[in-house]
């Protein structure tokens, strides 16, 4: 157990919607990553913030959006989903934004299926 | 931008020593990182190499040369528990990690 937890696991809906999807990171963390794991893509970085600042951001499409609240949970939102955003849904945290030896916590994972 | 490369799959007999070779072109370069997941698991932290060299952590070992773009990762004493995926990550500003493809771990009896 990472420490990091992550909800729901599992979310089904239909194209056209939008869903939220909440992070918790570990105890002490400042920085949250949002990653999304495809068959044909691989794991990609989407986007990072620190302390409720945006960080970095990655392949990270304009109808995705995310935020990092005072209690330093995050959620990543999708909206007009399509068949294409079925994925893993990632999340890892950090106690470092930079030099950080590359060690980040990640959550279980939230399994997105577009129908 | 970056872009990793790492053999697709790889297949070894328990017991036995593997190496996962992984070569990058990347601009901001602060070190390599090695992820290991199992199906429908977590990505697992691994090992990470800022310097050039050899890190060991028990079976697993990583190796990194920033000259040649180059890293590895050597696992030895192979279990049938180490079968899973296993990614290189380049860190990069922000502690981003861009990951590679992923190289499929089998071992058999």
């Known amino acids: 157990d990472s420490g990091v937890t992550q909800t729901p696991k599992h979310l089904i809906t239909a194209t056209g919607q939008r869903v939220t999807l909440r992070c918790s990171p570990r105890?002490?963390?400042?920085?949250v990553y949002w990653y999304q794991q495809s068959l044909d893509q691989g794991l990609q970085f989407l986007i990072q913030y620190y302390n409720g600042e945006e960080r970095a951001k990655g392949n990270i499409l304009e109808r995705f959006s995310a935020q990092q609240f005072p209690d330093l949970h995050s959620e990543l939102n999708l909206s007009s989903l399509e068949l294409g955003d079925s994925a893993l849904y990632f999340c890892a945290s950090s106690p470092w934004t930079s030099g950080g030896a590359g060690e980040q916590f990640f959550g279980p994972g939230t399994r997105l299926t577009v129908l | 931008g970056q872009s990793l490369e790492q053999p697709s799959e790889v297949t070894a007999v328990e017991g036995a020593i593997v190496q996962i070779n992984c070569t990058y072109q990347?601009?901001?370069?602060?070190?390599l990182s090695w992820y290991q997941q199992h199906d429908g698991g977590a990505p697992t932290f691994l090992s990470y190499n800022g310097l050039d060299g050899l890190e060991e952590t028990g079976r697993f070992s990583s190796f990194l040369s920033r000259s040649d773009s180059y890293g590895y990762l050597l696992l030895q004493e192979l279990q049938m528990k180490d079968s899973a995926s296993y990614f290189c990550a380049v860190t990069g500003g922000g502690n981003k990690l861009t990951f590679g493809t992923g190289t499929q771990l089998k071992v058999e009896l």
């Open positions: 105890s002490g963390d400042l920085s």
């Open positions: 990347t601009s901001g370069f602060y070190g």
